[in-house]
Each structure stands twice: as C-alpha cells, then as structure tokens.
C-alpha cells in the first residue's frame, strides 16, 4: 500500500506539472484515497474539521483545505511524501497550543496527530512510550496506577508534541533536567516517508538534532521517555491582589536566591487581567509536604484565593489551565536572564503594570509576565548532548511574556509591545552586571514568531543543517510553518 501510494503520488505530480497548478483540496483527495483505513480525512463543515484546526490562541490557527488524522506512522509516511511531491503547504499539530500562528496551522493540508494517544510503561525499561497526539494531563492518568511520571508540562492542557521537541521545562526539571534530557527514542516519519526509530546508538546526530530541533527533520509519532517514581505532591494555586505586590516580588525574588532544595518550585505570574493588577502563584512541592520555611513567605501573605494542599500530581497540574483567556488572540515571548535577582523580579512586575495599563486600550484583555525560577543546575542531568539549548555552560532562565487580545487589528501593537518589554527586561539584567545576554538562546516554546534561529540554536546551527540537509534533501518540512533552520 506505501510503495503504491508512493509510485501514485509522485505520477500524479509529474503529469500535472508544477505544483501550483494543484488546488489544495485536490491533494486533500489523493491523500483520501491513498491513506489505510486507519486514518480519516475532514473538510470544512465537518465537526472534527474544525477540531482540527483549531488552536489555543485563536489568532494561531487557519483555515486549511482539509484535516488529515492519521492513524499509523505508515500512513503519516504516505501523507508526506504526497505533501512532498505536490510541493504543498502543511502543518502539524499536536496539542496546539503554540502562541505563533502558521507554526502548527496552515491554508494547506492539516495534520493532525491525536490517534496517536496511546501510553505504554516498560517496568523493566523503566520508560514510556507515548504518542504525540496527547496534552500531558492523559499521559500523567495513564502513568498514576504505575506510581511513576516523566518529565512533562506543569499546567493543564499543554500538548506533549511541540513542548518535548523544543526542550521542556517541567516542575521536576531541578531533578531530573529538561524533558530532552530524558528521551531515549523516537519514532520519527522522515521526509521521504520511511518509518524509523531513531536512538543515540542508530543515529546519534539525528538523536542530537531532534531534541530541540522541533519539526525540521520530520514527523514525530512517539516518544520514549524516561519515568521517575512519584508519590503525593504538595502545592498549588494562590491568588493575590494589587495591594500586596511588593510583598510577593519580595517572596519571589527571596525563593529565587535562597531555596536549593531541587524538589521545590515556583511560577509567579505578575497579571493585569479585567484593568487590574494581581498574581497568580503556583507552588510545587515534591513530596506530600515541603520543609518549613520555604514557602512560608507566601503563605503569609495575605491572599484572594488559595488552593494548596497535598495532593496527586495530576491534581496539582490541574489547578492551572494553560487557556486562561478563551477564543482570544495571543503570543508568548521570553526574556532569558542569568539569575532572578529582585531587580529582575521588580521589572517583570513593572512591566506588567506598564504594558496591562496600556495595552488595556488596544483590546488587551490578559497581559501576564510568568517568573519561573530553576537552580543553576538544572542543565546539568543530560546524559546526551541536545541541539536545544545550544550551551550550557551558563543556564539561562526561561521567563516568559503571555499577551492576549481581542482585534486582529491590533496584532502588531501587541508583537511590538512583547518585543520592547523583552528588551526592558534584559536592560536591566545587562545593568546589573550578568553575561551573555545579548545571546543567550530563547527557549523555543516561548520564542516570537521573527526570533532568528541563530540567536535561539547558536553554535548548534551547522550541525543541524548537516543533519539537515542528509534527512530532508528536498526541504519537504520547509512545507510547514515553524522555527526553520
């Protein structure tokens, strides 16, 4: 059935000449009727159409000619070597919760992965196998009777695809290293169509390159990651309002200093949300309570609301949905920083303060600034090196920017706006002495849709392209949107 498709395909392309003589539905029908039983495709009007194409942020999806769920890596194969011989656009979505559109949508040909869910734990391997169709919250359902977990998302809705393949930070990152560092294989669908399993021993350039790499050397289909053994967690979610600001910068700052223990985390999220200022605070402890001391600054701070408690993992991942906003406009940006000192901290919520007001009268509806503190060695568990991040030697930390707005009119004021207050951000690191700034990587899953492959992959670069040019001669993933190297 692949060789026929194939042998189809490319006939099909030959006779009809250049590509842009193809409409898109046209190739949306070839792929129908090439494709096994085990995959369906959808066109406008059909309810799993729009499920389809549909995205966390409303301004990251499109209307593409039609959405393909494949249902087996061979037929993932069979898709992209149609894609690849007709020359069409397409995308890939997993989760789709990118903040950039055209990374995971398209006017083309939609694929997207969610048959692929299952989730298989080897005691023995002590791994799993988990499809790239799935948000987080199944995989840590499927993994709870076992009393393990892997390195994955920290809120709830965050697809596994995109988040595993540019890095991962995770609130078990301090222990365990970012969610590249705990990949032993992937089953990857190359551009040619060839179904493959890709580990350090079969191919350990291409191994190096998918891990942070993204979508630029094929279709991923499964992951094997690593599992830890997890027990009772303790934290959750605290709300605050303006009048203790100061008072949770100064808690934020003081944990970012002084907490070493690699089981405690925080997010502080400085928001302006319905034209007023506050935080949310997520706590993670690992562990069914933390020692006393390292919280207790925020506990004492006086709070709106307050969800903290000894809990299973999936609960606590659950008290903080990652859409907030809903059927919204939005981008994520990031400002690496060498440390979060309380200058750095005092900024963020400034510039929370400053761009909320304004931004409030170009439709803003959600301007929030995640402060997300890691020990300096939370690089240092990877056993194998990864293309993303391309040093570590300095761990930058990823502290991230989410906008949200209601015009599409108004796109470019807020892009602008996340540009400028990343620039802010940074002054002031830059002011207070710290390093490397100026080219310190962006981490991939935070980064604005025109950051420049060069500042986020920098010595990693011609590696990636060798790798490259080898799997993908003919730049069939340039066919998708996305980071492209």
């Known amino acids: 059935m692949y060789l026929l498709a194939v042998a189809t395909s490319l006939l099909i392309s030959s006779a009809w000449g250049h590509p842009s003589a193809r409409s898109f539905s046209d190739v949306c029908h070839q792929i129908e009727d090439s494709i096994s039983d085990a995959s369906d495709v959808y066109y406008p009007g059909q309810l799993l159409y729009f499920k389809g194409v549909g995205h966390y942020m409303t301004s990251s999806s499109q209307h593409s000619a039609c959405v393909v769920e494949p249902g087996t890596a061979e037929d993932v194969g069979v898709i992209l070597t149609i894609l690849g011989s007709t020359q069409t656009p397409f995308a890939v979505k ?39 169709g799935l948000i987080w919250d199944d995989v840590y359902t499927a993994l709870a009777p076992h009393n393990v977990n892997v390195v994955g998302g920290r809120v709830t809705g965050v697809g596994v695809a995109g988040f595993t393949l540019g890095g991962g930070y995770s609130w078990l990152t301090n222990q365990h290293g970012l969610t590249v560092d705990t990949l032993t294989s992937f089953e990857l669908v190359k551009p040619d169509g060839s179904v493959v399993t890709v580990t350090e021993s079969s191919d350990s350039e291409l191994f190096w390159a998918l891990k942070g790499g993204l979508n630029n050397y094929g279709i991923v289909t499964r992951f094997t990651l690593k599992t830890f053994p997890q027990g009772q967690v303790w934290g959750g979610l605290i709300t605050y309002t303006a009048l203790v600001l100061e008072d949770v910068a100064a808690a934020t700052a003081k944990f970012a200093a002084e907490v070493t223990d690699p089981k405690a985390a925080i997010i502080t999220s400085a928001n302006f949300l319905l034209a007023q200022p506050g935080v949310s605070q997520l706590l993670f402890y690992d562990g069914p309570s933390p020692p006393d001391g390292i919280f207790d600054d925020f506990l004492d701070i006086p709070h709106f609301t307050k969800d903290v408690s000894t809990r299973a993992f999936l609960d606590l991942v659950k008290v903080a949905p990652a859409n907030l906003t809903g059927n919204q406009r939005g981008a994520f940006n990031t400002a690496p920083v060498q440390t979060l000192s309380a200058n750095i901290v005092n900024a963020m919520f400034n510039e929370s303060l400053f761009w909320g007001g304004r931004l409030q009268f170009s439709t803003g509806s959600f301007i929030s600034y995640d402060i997300e503190p890691f020990l300096p060695s939370h690089l240092s568990h990877n056993t194998s090196p990864s293309a993303w991040p391309p040093t570590r030697d300095t761990a930058f930390l990823p502290q991230c920017l989410y906008f949200a707005w209601i015009s599409p009119l108004h796109d470019n004021v807020f892009h602008d706006a996340m540009r400028q207050s990343v620039e802010q951000i940074q002054r002031v690191a830059v002011q207070e002495g710290q390093q490397g700034i100026d080219t310190a990587p962006p981490y991939t899953n935070y980064a604005l849709f025109d950051t420049p492959a060069e500042l986020i992959y920098g010595d990693s670069l011609p590696l990636m392209r060798s790798v490259k040019a080898r799997i993908d001669p003919d730049n069939v993933m340039d066919l998708a949107g996305g980071i492209k190297i």
Request: glycine share 20%; net charge negative.
């Open 94 to 132: 997993g989760g789709g919760h990118t903040g950039n559109g055209g990374y995971s949508s398209t006017e083309g040909v939609q694929i997207a992965m969610y048959r692929f869910s299952e989730v298989t734990y080897d005691e023995n391997a002590q791994t799993a196998t988990i499809g790239t």
